[in-house]
């Protein structure tokens, strides 16, 4: 069953002087149960997406569908809330620091009126315990916790009013690695025990693929490429994908490692393809005209030169 | 270059880096490794005395065969930026946000010799932002760091830090605040400086991927003392400490396999009892891992371990 359905989102961030177009159209759908991993550079449009369908944020046009329900209107809020939760890249700045990490985690409910006072405390004191931090804890202030505990409170206060979707906006980018799969595998339980679905938003495209089933990579507002995840890490079709894919910094290779090299290529910006500037192999086809999705088997890919087959 | 000797760094009464010895040669790049709250950049941040909190309560610094430990306020703050220079996590946050980028290559040069020409600072700048790569240089030197994104900050910082031409270069976490393809330019870059000015690294991070790529040498630490040092190659291909195994296992890879987090939770520095300080968490540890230090193990030559069952 699908879960959200996104269409045509656009969002412009209007200066004085200028207008940052951060989000130019975008399409995607999460099913019950799914991950969807949403990868790209700084500044592609990442956090804007997902603020938008969190409605942290305000789009300029197009419809965004959640449970059955479109949420795009003003009354949308509440019937986001209880369903929808989001876990943020600086947990420290999410919690109210003059709260202790119980008070915080029950926080999560507070205005949704599911549960009784001390059911609250139970089911708080529940979470806490589920996602890998001592009971004792709880009463510790947030500020005393470590960034990955912290994330930790940060995942049991989204799970409190048992949400269907959680939007994981770049939330291990900040913890190192043995957290990092601790936060995974917590997510990959959920997934399975709960059928809980996920937007995962991250730049590290190693830790999307242990955790995705779909993902789709933005580029500059746009999604370039959008498919199973195996597909598209193993054989990315689009040009700027291959890059993405390129500069990941290999752990386990035998021998020299190579660092990528970035082919400054820099043509004038044309009206076609956003990537076209610093794609290895555009021809004038690119720079003319917009690009349109071209499906190959479950993947479609924004770019003229999958047209037959080239790339 | 750089010779640490049974370093050990207190926040009052906190031991929070234990007889740290570590090494750096010269043109050599050394990267240490270690979770969050290892101590690690405090280990870095003591080579410049930079943190006015912690202090100094055992061993010493040798730097071109001085005692950095020994050195007064005025030395110290003679080396900062001309010898040994830093780069840090958010280098942005590091700059001056009233000034421009062209003052702050200036101002590098002009407080180590006060005679320095505007100039011929930027002159200089420039050539080592083409040799960088980095384009634009005009533009650049017009807007201030809070105008230019979070990886062109950090190149900015490294060309900043070899305006001096120092003998080394000490960095906290370069790469940890950019995407993947920022992080794979400044790798270069680093690699670059290394390889034109045979300049010395000192590099704390917690990706293994940048230790994988960047280094000829790493030190994994864990609960402020080394626990495995050695050629990066070797530590990577034939990890030895329980801890370098489980945190390379933690990495994730492209293949989609889930990757294997570390039970537990790193130690806290308040209370410090004797043995070894991955015994909690390790998978092999006996009785005697909570009683004695771990001894210093020779696996290969320049391939140390601390651990008793290695």
């Known amino acids: ?311 | 270059m750089l010779d640490i000797k049974n370093l050990s760094v207190s926040y009052g009464k906190t031991r929070v880096v234990r007889n740290l010895s570590l090494k750096v040669n010269t043109g050599e790049i050394v990267c240490i490794v270690g979770e969050s709250g290892c101590g690690k950049s405090t280990a870095l941040k003591s080579v410049l005395m930079l943190d006015k909190n912690a202090s100094i309560s055992g061993g010493e610094i040798l730097f071109d065969n001085k005692d950095i430990t020994k050195l007064k306020t005025e030395e110290i703050r003679h080396l900062r930026g001309s010898e040994i220079a830093m780069i840090f996590q958010n280098s942005y946050l590091s700059m001056n946000p009233t000034k421009t980028i062209g003052h702050l290559f200036y101002e590098t040069v002009k407080v180590h010799n006060k005679k320095a020409k505007k100039n011929q600072c930027l002159e200089k700048a420039e050539e080592i932002m083409k040799k960088l790569r980095l384009w634009e240089t005009e533009r650049i030197f017009s807007s201030y760091p809070f105008e230019l994104s979070g990886g062109m900050c950090q190149r900015i910082a490294i060309a900043a830090a070899m305006m001096n031409d120092p003998k080394l270069i000490l960095a906290d976490e370069p790469t940890s605040a950019l995407d993947v393809t920022a992080q794979a330019e400044v790798i270069r870059l680093l690699k670059y400086v290394k390889d034109n000015y045979n300049t010395s690294m000192l590099i704390v991070t917690h990706n293994m991927g940048v230790v994988a790529n960047l280094s000829d040498k790493a030190a994994v630490m864990y609960g402020g003392s080394i626990a495995e040092f050695g050629d990066t190659w070797d530590i990577i291909n034939n990890p030895a400490h329980p801890y370098t195994k489980a945190l390379i296992k933690a990495v994730p890879e492209m293949n989609g396999k889930v990757p294997e987090g570390i039970e537990g939770l790193p130690p806290e520095f308040s209370d410090e009892k004797g043995g070894c300080p991955f015994a909690p968490r390790c998978y092999s540890a006996k009785d005697i891992c909570y009683k004695n230090s771990p001894e210093k193990h020779v696996v290969s030559k320049e391939h140390i371990v601390y651990c008793n069952f290695c």
């Open chain 1, 1 to 311: 069953m699908c879960l959200l359905k996104v269409t045509g989102l656009t969002k412009t961030y209007k200066n004085k002087k200028t207008n940052i177009r951060a989000v130019k159209g975008i399409d995607l759908s999460i099913n019950e149960g799914e991950c969807l991993g949403l990868v790209g550079e700084s500044g592609c449009g990442k956090s804007t997406t997902a603020e938008i369908i969190a409605r942290l944020i305000k789009e300029d046009s197009g419809t965004i569908v959640f449970n059955g329900t479109e949420i795009t209107d003003d009354k949308r809020l509440k019937c986001v809330g209880k369903d929808l939760q989001m876990v943020f890249q600086n947990p420290k700045d999410s919690f109210d620091p003059k709260y202790s990490l119980l008070e915080s985690v029950m926080m999560g409910a507070c205005s949704y009126n599911i549960y009784s006072k001390s059911q609250l405390r139970q089911k708080a004191l529940e979470l806490i315990r589920y996602v890998g931090l001592k009971e004792s804890y709880s009463n510790r202030n947030i500020y005393n916790l470590s960034g990955g505990e912290c994330q930790k409170a940060s995942i049991a206060r989204a799970l409190i009013c048992s949400p269907k979707l959680i939007i994981f906006d770049e939330a291990t980018s900040a913890l190192d690695v043995s957290v990092q799969a601790q936060i995974i595998e917590l997510m990959l339980r959920l997934k399975k025990e709960n059928k809980m679905s996920f937007l995962f938003i991250t730049h590290d495209l190693a830790l999307a693929s242990s955790v995705c089933d779909n993902i789709a990579v933005m580029y500059s507002g746009r999604i370039v490429e959008y498919g199973p995840c195996r597909d598209v890490l193993s054989l990315p079709k689009h040009p700027y994908t291959k890059q993405l894919i390129l500069s990941v910094l290999p752990v386990k290779t035998q021998g020299e490692f190579k660092t990528p090299e970035f082919k400054a290529v820099r043509k004038e910006k044309g009206g076609g393809c956003d990537y076209f500037p610093f794609c290895p192999k555009a021809d004038d086809k690119c720079a003319a005209l917009m690009p349109e999705f071209v499906k190959h088997n479950k993947t479609k890919v924004l770019c003229w030169l999958n047209e037959n087959n080239e790339v």
